[in-house]
């Protein structure tokens, strides 16, 4: 090819761009109104991380600390303890041997790949729909057990208490379950 045709073909590529911004200018404009229309997300979409309870409010988390062990990230930090209540103690948080007595999520770490629902045994740990989880604060990005836990629906009591569903922790996991009995006070 010659200079001169190399230099016909460079002067219209400015034109031809401008072409694509004119036909592009009059079409109608399909933009997401995000913050004032939400649209509803997937049914299985993975957002923030929830802790479940038993019909009864006591935590499914038994603090085996597999979900932290799953994160790729590192953004799961589990503290077990002993779910003692016999020797005087105040009730049982949990239906088993253990519970997670420190329970924390950084979602400045977490990349919300599911892993660690895959590695909950007792499904304790689920994801919601919930995907805000902007904040100017980097404090606040890290979820505490408090933040995490799932409220407490009518019929449930505030852990520490006894089983109420059973006498055997093992029913709990194995889906025995019988209705619920009110602690004395509590109707």
């Not at 200018?25 to 049914?43: G, I, N, R, S």
């Not at 799953?70 to 020797?87: H, L, Q, R, T």
Request: net charge negative; aromatic share 10%.
């Amino acid at each position: 090819m010659s200079s001169a045709s190399e230099s016909k073909e460079s002067m219209w590529d400015p034109v031809a761009g401008f072409g694509v911004t004119f036909r592009t200018m009059f079409k109608k404009v399909v933009t997401e109104q995000y913050p004032f229309e939400k649209l509803p997300t997937a049914p299985r979409f993975h957002g923030r991380h929830q802790l479940n309870r038993w019909p009864d409010g006591l935590e499914k988390c038994i603090g085996c600390e597999l979900c932290a062990w799953a994160c790729p990230a590192d953004a799961i930090y589990v503290e077990g303890a002993s779910n003692d209540d016999s020797d005087g103690g105040d009730g049982r948080y949990s239906p088993g041997e253990r519970y997670g007595r420190v329970y924390q999520i950084n979602y400045l770490r977490c990349i919300l790949c599911g892993l660690c629902i895959e590695a909950c045994p007792t499904r304790a740990l689920t994801m919601t729909n919930e995907y805000e989880l902007a904040d100017d604060n980097r404090a606040d990005l890290i979820y505490t057990k408090s933040d995490l836990l799932a409220p407490l629906l009518p019929g449930m009591v505030q852990p520490p208490h006894e089983q109420m569903i059973s006498d055997d922790h093992q029913d709990y996991y194995r889906g025995k379950l019988l209705p619920i009995t009110p602690v004395d006070g509590d109707a």
